[in-house]
């Protein structure tokens, strides 16, 4: 097998091959299986980092693994847009992982090796979404990513964190069989295959002849690819932040939430294209749900001071930026919606690793606690203040590219509302990012009832020590927020390639 094929097939697999050594080290022996964990992640990365070059030089290939029937295979697809998400979630999951050691030793020591096995099949799934070739391929990985990520968001097993995995299973779960798969055999009635094509799949006179089937089957993947959270279907969410901290960066940042935007920005891209989309008519609902979603979801993060749920609701919000951008079809706001991927990834992970450092150090979990703690821990808030800038959309950090040429995007086309969205947007994440920076570096240290000071958890504020196993992985992930728009023009070389792949 050539080196083209073998790349994405070891980036998909590697992390499910270390499942069985993961098993066989057990709690026995934490350090190896911990080890063997960070070497999959490492090796999964250098795998991606293979197809670069390739990449830049081909532009995309794909590779049939197995062919079921005449348009549905097993297919993978090496091109610029995988290839920047498989990037952003393999460099991430690496930093996760030595997070995890510190978090989890720290508070949740058990159901260990069940832990790091949910995390392993689960970048499998990631990586598998990145370079899946057709939706068949896509909707695998995809129901694969909900199971295998189940007993990572229940893994407190107390009776919240089992309503909530059940709640996130039941969402996903039941919106991919309800949605997805009557969308996918519309699209094989009509078009006769499910693989993807530059611009979309769909002639003209498909797309007069069924008109109404398609906009069904539209809405269906728009919905039925829930991971990403469109209001109303986004409840599930917020639910999920019973799970540790680690789980919810990688629900938020580094694999399941993304996975959803991802899947929609194919069908956007290589199912519908720009004139299957507009001819069909449904831009504008597309754009105006998003939107929707982008404000409310902000709105409603400013009203919770559980710090985790302020993050859920943010995540929300940022996921709708991905898929208004594509779906306005203007070279910039794809790339600014595209760029958002890597943009929100980076930042948000940062966002998520602060509470859990914060949650370590303290078990504190509601934002009016954080009084004074940025004294105690100066790493975990100093990246989350540069976390929070590049969420905002602060020049000189990754998340002001993303959001320019989303605002670009949308002035290019004529949509004022578009760009208002946005800025309405940014302002909103000042308004709850940046008070809890303050509260931490300037107000006096938080006073517990004395409830909490009996509470076995309670740490008296002179004993609060930071965990350096948690707050140096998320400073790196906060510095690197900056590094990545120092380097963009890099990044626009791949945006660049994507842009002439698939938007006119």
């Known amino acids: 097998m050539k080196s083209e094929a073998l790349f994405p097939l070891l980036a998909i697999l590697v992390s499910a091959i270390a499942v069985p050594f993961i098993i066989y080290f057990g709690d026995k022996k934490p350090n190896h299986r911990e080890a063997v964990s960070v070497i999959a992640g490492i090796l999964k ?17 794909t590779v049939e693994l197995i062919k079921l029937y005449e348009g549905i295979s097993i297919k993978l697809l090496v091109d610029p847009l995988g290839l920047l998400f498989a990037l952003g979630a393999s460099f991430l999951w690496i930093l996760t992982t030595f997070y995890s050691i510190g978090y989890m030793r720290g508070t949740h020591a058990i159901r260990q090796t069940r832990y790091y096995v949910s995390f392993a ?51 996903l779960l039941g919106t991919a069989k309800l949605f997805l798969i009557p969308a996918m055999a519309i699209t094989y009635f009509v078009a006769g295959t499910l693989d993807y094509t530059p611009r979309g799949i769909f002639t003209q006179d498909m797309l007069e002849q069924h008109r109404l089937l398609l906009q069904i089957a539209l809405i269906l993947y728009l919905y039925g690819y829930n991971k990403c959270a469109i209001m109303p279907l986004h409840s599930w969410l917020p639910s999920a932040m019973v799970a540790p901290t680690p789980v919810s960066a990688l629900l938020h940042a580094v694999a399941v939430v993304k996975t959803g935007a991802f899947a929609n920005v194919r069908v956007l891209l290589n199912i519908y294209g720009k004139d299957g989309v507009i001819g069909l008519g449904l831009q504008e609902f597309i754009l105006f749900i998003t939107a929707l979603t982008i404000i409310v979801g902000s709105a409603i993060a400013l009203t919770r001071q559980n710090f985790k749920a302020r993050l859920a609701f943010s995540t929300v919000s940022q996921l709708s930026y991905i898929v ?63 976390a929070s800038l590049s969420m905002i959309g602060i020049p000189g950090f990754i998340g002001f590219w993303s959001k320019f040429n989303l605002v670009k995007g949308c002035l290019t086309a004529g949509l004022i509302s578009g760009a208002l969205v946005f800025l309405i947007s940014s302002f909103l994440n000042t308004a709850y990012f940046l008070p809890i920076v303050f509260r931490a570096l300037l107000k006096d240290p938080y006073q517990p009832s004395k409830e909490e000071q009996h509470h076995h958890h309670y740490t008296p504020y002179e004993k609060i020590k930071e965990n350096y196993f948690c707050a140096i992985p998320l400073f790196i992930t906060a510095i690197l927020t900056i590094v990545l728009a120092s380097q963009i023009e890099h990044l626009y070389k ?8 698939y938007v006119d």
Do not use: W
Not at 133 to 161: C, Q, R, W
Not at 340 to 346: G, P, S, V
């Open 324 to 386: 208004f951008g594509t779906a306005l079809f203007t070279p910039l706001s794809v790339i600014g919606g595209i760029l958002h991927i890597t943009a929100h990834a980076f930042s948000k992970i940062t966002l998520f690793f602060s509470a859990g450092s914060v949650y370590v150090s303290t078990h504190y979990t509601e934002i009016p606690q954080f009084d004074g703690l940025a004294r105690k821990m100066p790493l975990t808030f100093t990246a989350f203040f540069l």
């Open 494 to 501: 791949l945006l660049k390639l994507i842009e002439v792949l």
């Open 121 to 171: 099949l689960s970048l499998t799934a990631t990586m598998g979404v990145a370079f899946a070739g057709n939706l068949l391929t896509l909707f695998l990985f995809y129901e694969l990513m909900s199971i295998v990520t189940y007993p990572l968001v229940a893994h407190k097993e107390d009776e919240e964190a089992l309503e909530g995995a059940r709640k996130y299973v039941i969402y």
């Open 45 to 61: 990365f250098l795998f991606v980092c293979l197809l670069i070059p390739i990449v830049l030089e081909k532009g995309s290939y």
